[in-house]
């Protein structure tokens, strides 16, 4: 029986390996969100410093794995078999949990994960307990679970949400009056002092409040330090002002950048000292007491685990292998560079395609601030208010920069977030609470987001939105945790080592199926056809980019209306259904580049703002396109859908002609396009009057028809619908060409 027990031990050690490297992958974008966002520094620099953050700080955070003994349940009242019941299942759990979370590139919660999972295996084995026992009812399940710790721990978690937005608002909203967005115009002086109370603060809470109680200071160095707090932090902040001064001064260094540095290294510190209870916390905490229930000679379920209760410390040498395995995973994760896009877009100072969907909260949500906002500046004299808004006004952009090469925001917001969350997490860290590092970094980023009024009229409804997704995926991941560890604790106790057997292989399978999937995703190359936002600022330079676009649109344009009348033809569901995903990705593409005429526009040189009206005409026929197409794939596809009559052979027939000549009329205008020869463009309109008499035709054969053979109501009002939104298709692309032949001319 013994055996069962040691093959646990190596499974969790798998599991445990296996989690730090998806708990990595997942909270990645805690610590390097900032400094990517601000592109302060390279990202090779970002890793070297986030690395040696992540092995310093699992070195620290032996306190922390108390949480994992003794946090969630009551060991005394449980057995050795029953608490590697518990063990087990919350391991497994975590594992696919957070896996999960990474393939969708959404951060989770890993503290929220792996306290909802002890606490839902505690509670499915207590209840298990409960009802061996006839002494017993439910109302005695408090006797098992801690519930002062478990509700402080939920409770901090659930709080830091709040402060963490909170502090982060206020802290950035004044900076930004201090500093203004035209920080780097201030005196060197400034920025020294800023440095320094920012250096300051990090240092002291990170490396006096984060490393209280661990093996790392020394006894006598610890009590010396605690009890002259006030000297160290007025001597560190004259100090970190002093070396600010010198490198601002006379080496001529960004001190912002600086902070971002030390503040990278530090929020990389207090993740990995408080996150890496979450990874390993469990199967140490099973391998210690197996060693505690072999030593007794007691049988696996009459051993009471009072000695969990009893403090531990955790081997150096096992957390130096944890940091190991995490940097590692740092620098070789993909998974870890994809999460981080979430956080970077919601905090962007500048528009970005928003990811979310506004919903009737974050519409009302908004409408609420903005009327606190006009009582607000109501109630504030307007002097006043002129002189906030001018500390608010950006900078005047000298160059032109590329979209994907622009910073998110500047380097004061990027220190800020890295001070504050740093800190937060570094004093949750000191009261040994596994605090949510995704949660105080996330929610700080959102709150200096908006006190920078990067939550504009333009963007607050997907911004707020996007942060309720957020939000609500952390409460999912809470009921999902607390549901499947509490059945999986209660499967493995029923089936013992099969069920763990058929459990560890369908996380494997799982996981593997996952990897799988990401790669293919990652490798996916973007198809040729995809259309491009504009960036020449000439006139010559966008004729020649839209010409690219045109041809895109006029191929997809003839593929789809040629497959939506053969699905049509041979009632063809599928092929319908996978034409109106591809009318639906033109249509998102048109659009986002129509999103951008704003920049277009901003980036167009002064002698070629004509190039602006024939730009702006032209996505208005692509549209009309789109429209057209996605008018004719939803009507047949409904026709079809609903099981309705198909269309007779002889309209068939007809539609089949019309896609004939349709068909090599889009190939000359691709032609064209492709090869640059838009002479030729009055061959293309010169058919524009033969198009429509095709149609034209086609219409007076159906109206004979319906008056003398027809018999189906639904078919003919398809077949006309057909017959007319074609003819709107041929206007749009004929106008089209028209205006692009006349632009060309005038060039």
Request: no cysteine; aromatic share 10%.
């Amino acid at each position: 029986m013994d055996n069962i027990y040691i093959l646990m031990l190596v499974a969790l050690a798998v599991l445990a390996i296996a989690d730090l490297v998806v708990g990595v992958s997942n909270d990645a974008v805690n610590f390097l969100n900032s400094a990517v966002g601000s592109k302060a520094i390279s990202f090779k620099s970002i890793m070297i410093v986030a690395s040696l953050g992540i092995a310093f700080g699992a070195l620290s955070s032996s306190g922390m794995m108390e949480v994992a003994r003794k946090g969630i349940f009551v060991p005394s009242e449980f057995y050795f078999s029953e608490i590697m019941i518990i063990f087990m299942a919350v391991m497994i759990t975590d594992i696919l949990l957070l896996d999960f979370f990474n393939t969708l590139g959404m951060p989770t919660s890993t503290t929220v994960s792996i306290v909802f999972e002890l606490l839902g295996a505690a509670v499915a084995m207590s209840l298990i307990k409960i009802s061996k026992n006839n002494s017993e009812s439910f109302s005695d399940l408090l006797n098992y679970i801690n519930t002062d710790k478990a509700t402080e721990i939920i409770l901090g978690i659930l709080l830091s949400v709040v402060i963490a937005f909170t502090v982060g608002a206020i802290i950035q909203y004044i900076t930004r009056l201090l500093l203004t967005f035209k920080f780097e115009q201030k005196a060197s002086w400034v920025a020294a002092l800023f440095g320094g109370a920012a250096a300051a603060a990090i240092t002291y809470f990170i490396f006096i409040k984060g490393l209280k109680g661990t093996s790392i200071i020394p006894a006598n160095i610890s009590e010396f330090v605690f009890s002259n707090t006030l000297l160290i932090v007025a001597l560190s902040f004259i100090f970190w002002t002093a070396l600010s001064a010198l490198l601002t001064s006379v080496f001529k260094v960004n001190v912002y950048k600086f902070i971002i540095l030390i503040g990278t290294f530090a929020i990389a510190m207090a993740f990995a000292g408080n996150d890496l209870v979450n990874f390993i916390g469990v199967p140490i905490a099973a391998w210690q007491s197996y060693e505690a229930w072999v030593a007794s000679g007691v049988a696996a379920d009459a051993y009471s685990m009072e000695a969990m209760a009893e403090k531990v410390a955790t081997p150096t040498y096992l957390l130096l292998a944890a940091g190991i395995i995490m940097v590692l995973t740092l620098w070789f994760s993909k998974k870890a560079r994809r999460v981080l896009k979430t956080s970077i877009d919601l905090s962007s100072q500048d528009d970005v395609k928003e990811r979310f969907e506004p919903n009737f909260i974050s519409r009302g949500l908004v409408r609420v601030s903005m009327l606190v906002a006009r009582y607000h500046n109501s109630i504030i004299p307007q002097s006043i208010h002129d002189k906030i808004d001018r500390r608010f006004e950006k900078k005047a952009k000298k160059e032109k920069v590329k979209k994907e090469d622009k910073p998110a925001f500047d380097m004061v917001r990027a220190a800020v977030n890295l001070m504050v969350a740093s800190i937060l997490i570094s004093i949750a860290t000191s009261m040994k609470l596994p605090l949510s590092t995704t949660y105080v970094t996330f929610m700080v980023a959102m709150g200096t987001s908006l006190a920078d009024r990067a939550w504009g009229s333009e963007s607050a409804v997907y911004r707020v939105a996007g942060v309720l997704n957020v939000i609500g995926g952390w409460f999912f991941t809470a009921f999902i945790a607390f549901i499947a560890a509490g059945v999986l604790a209660y499967l493995i106790f029923i089936g013992k080592g099969a069920m763990i057997a058929v459990l560890l292989l369908l996380a494997l399978l799982l996981l593997i199926r996952n990897y799988l999937s990401h790669k293919k995703k990652s490798s996916a190359i973007i198809p040729l056809d995809s259309l491009k936002k504009a960036e020449s600022s000439t006139v010559q330079g966008i004729i020649e980019e839209s010409a690219k676009n045109i041809s895109n649109v006029v191929s997809r344009t003839n593929k789809i209306y040629s497959d939506v009348l053969r699905g049509l033809a041979k009632q063809d569901l599928a092929k319908l259904k996978k034409s109106r995903r591809g009318v639906a990705k033109l249509d998102a593409e048109i659009e986002e580049l129509r999103d951008n005429i704003f920049y277009f526009i901003k980036n167009l040189d002064e002698t070629s703002v004509r190039g602006s009206n024939f730009y702006i005409i032209i996505l208005g026929y692509l549209t009309d396109v789109a429209q057209s197409l996605e008018f004719i794939s939803k009507k047949s596809y409904k026709h079809v859908n609903n099981n309705h009559k198909a269309l007779r052979f002889t309209q068939i027939k007809d539609l089949q002609e019309i896609n004939t000549s349709f068909a090599q009329w889009m190939d000359n205008i691709q032609s064209i396009f492709d090869n640059r020869e838009f002479e030729r463009l009055d061959e293309v309109l010169n058919r524009k009057k033969r198009a429509f008499t095709e149609i034209s035709d086609k219409i007076e054969k159906q109206i004979d028809r319906t008056r003398t053979e027809e018999s189906s109501p639904k078919n003919t009002a398809l077949y006309f619908s057909l017959l007319l939104e074609t003819k709107d298709l041929v206007t749009a692309l004929m106008n089209l060409m028209e205006e692009y032949y006349n632009s060309y001319k005038k060039e």
